[in-house]
């Protein structure tokens, strides 16, 4: 695979070719102690040059078939690390540089947060008299924690908006947090 970003230097190229892939996805799934999504994981090695989409898809299928790994109760494309995996990470310090580890578990870290801020986030548009209502749910399990809608004059602007909130669904719920929460009296505003 042609790594021409920042990578180069630091992921050895003949990772690819020895174990040293598996041993970074069991390290990865050790030091996270969660679930990861198999699809997005593969996805996200490739697009930060560390490992071919298909290499890391494969990678993972030969753990779970060796024990490595298993899928987890939450879902079919997710995998957790079994204590087999946890004893194969171990040997990531002789083989993988520390920088690579490093950005690795960066990577993965923030992928964890954009799939579980998409998973907790519910957009829905509906048709009503006068536009189109756009509601937007974060959930915590099984109940919501924030619920807002808001109208739209039609359904092209309702659906830019829904684009723009699963963007960074994180921000949207944060900004209207801090404006329902921030102190009004250092605004001038009395109560």
Known sequence: MARENNFEKIVPEDMFFGGDLKVLICYMLTALNEAVPVTETAQLFHYEGIANYFDTQTAIFELEKENYISKSEKSEDMVVITEKGKSLSSTLKDSVSA??????????????????????????????KGGFLLTYTVS??????????????????????????????????????????????NKGVEK
């Open 99 to 128: 920088v690579l580890r490093e950005k690795v578990y960066s990577a993965v870290v923030k992928m964890l947060a954009r799939y579980k801020a998409e998973r907790d986030t519910d957009i829905k548009i509906e048709e009503k």
């Open 140 to 185: 915590g399990g099984e109940e919501a924690l924030l619920s807002f809608s808001i109208m739209l004059p039609n359904m092209s602007q309702a659906n830019h908006l829904k684009q723009q909130i699963l963007k960074n669904p994180k921000y949207y719920c944060d900004s209207f947090i801090e404006l329902l929460t921030e102190d009004l009296q």
